[in-house]
Every structure is written in structure tokens, then in C-alpha cells.
């Protein structure tokens, strides 16, 4: 996904996708999950060179299967999606997640948080995505309460992101290529 200027390809260092994929439930589309994770690397390395580079930038990233009420509330971006609320502190909540630090134009798996000066993206993706055609991901810029809604489409075969719920600050989602 693009937003304001593109960016070269050597300053798109992606998530270790092996960290991730053995965390993976069968119902758990990897390419969906790929291209998920592409496209919120591309979101948090854009904020990370806006904003301030210092402390340390965390990407924590998790699947959610429970989201509250998800087919009574709609999201009607890009002709809608199940709005992916959660229920605790009104954060979806995970069923497992990782933490990765981004240190040295790398992503670094990491077992807790570090512990001062930290700028975190959490991300709740939901469970299941084989399933579906369609997805919506929850995330929240820390500090803060910054919260962004995403949403994708598996199309002829290939997941794309379609919609964002701040593109009116932020400006359009294009699909990125993979």
C-alpha cells in the first residue's frame, strides 16, 4: 500500500514472515497474512520517518478471533466490512501476538516490550481468513488512542488493501503489488 511517496525497496524491509507463520492456524489464509503484513510495514515505517526516530518503534502484532458483535456492526468503507470492535479497554483482544523492535532498518523479534521511550502499533488481525474474502484489521497507535481500521479484499485470487479508515488525513490507499 502507498500513501504519500512511494518509497525505494531497500527502505522496505519486511517482517519476518517465518516468525509469524508458525504461529498459524490452518483456517489462517498466509497470504492474506502476508500481504497484512507488508502493508503495516510500510504504515509504520512512513510514521517512524515522520515523526521522531528515536526511543525505540515496536510493531505488536496478533491474531484475534473474537471481536464484539462483528455482524451487527458494519464498517462502510469500500463497500463495507464487518467492523472488527473489540471488547477490552475497547482494544480487540489477542489470541497470541508477537513483538518485533525496529532496530537498524531490521525487524527484531523480541519476548517483551521494551522498556522506555517507546512508539508502538498494535495490530489485531482476525482469525480464520481462509474462510473469507474479505477482512478488517484493528489498529491503535501507542501512545496515544489513535485507532485505524483496514480493509482488505482477496480479488481473482490476491489479497489487496482497499480501505483504511484515516485516508481522509492520510490519503488514499492505491494496492500495493506484490
Known amino acids: 500500500m502507498l500513501r504519500l511517496s512511494p518509497m525505494r525497496p531497500q527502505e522496505k524491509p519486511s517482517v ?3 516468525v509469524v507463520a508458525c504461529r ?3 483456517e489462517d489464509d498466509r497470504d492474506f497474512w502476508r500481504t497484512a503484513l507488508a502493508v503495516f510495514a510500510d504504515e509504520f515505517i ?3 520517518n515522520e515523526k521522531s526516530k528515536s526511543g525505540d518503534w ?5 491474531a ?6 462483528p455482524h451487527q456492526t458494519r464498517w462502510t468503507a469500500a463497500g463495507g466490512f464487518a467492523s ?7 482494544l480487540p483482544e489477542f489470541d497470541w501476538s508477537l513483538i518485533f523492535v ?26 480464520r481468513t481462509a474462510r ?3 477482512a478488517a484489521v484493528h489498529t491503535r497507535w501507542l501512545p496515544g488512542s489513535e485507532s485505524v481500521l483496514y480493509g482488505f479484499r482477496n480479488v481473482n485470487g490476491n489479497w489487496e488493501c482497499v480501505a483504511a479508515s484515516d485516508e481522509k488525513v492520510r490519503g488514499h490507499i492505491r494496492p500495493t503489488s506484490r
Do not use: M
Open 84 to 90: 472488527p470492535d473489540g471488547y477490552q479497554n475497547f
Open 46 to 48: 512512513q510514521r517512524r
Open 132 to 134: 473469507h474474502k474479505q
Open 24 to 26: 498459524l492456524a490452518v
Open 64 to 69: 484475534c478471533s473474537h471481536w464484539v458483535r
Open 16 to 18: 519476518p514472515f517465518e
Open 102 to 127: 525496529f532496530r537498524e532498518r531490521r525487524w527484531i523479534p523480541v519476548e517483551k516490550l521494551p522498556k522506555k521511550l517507546l512508539k508502538v502499533f498494535r495490530v489485531a488481525i482476525p482469525t
Open 58 to 62: 515496536v510493531l505488536v502484532v496478533g
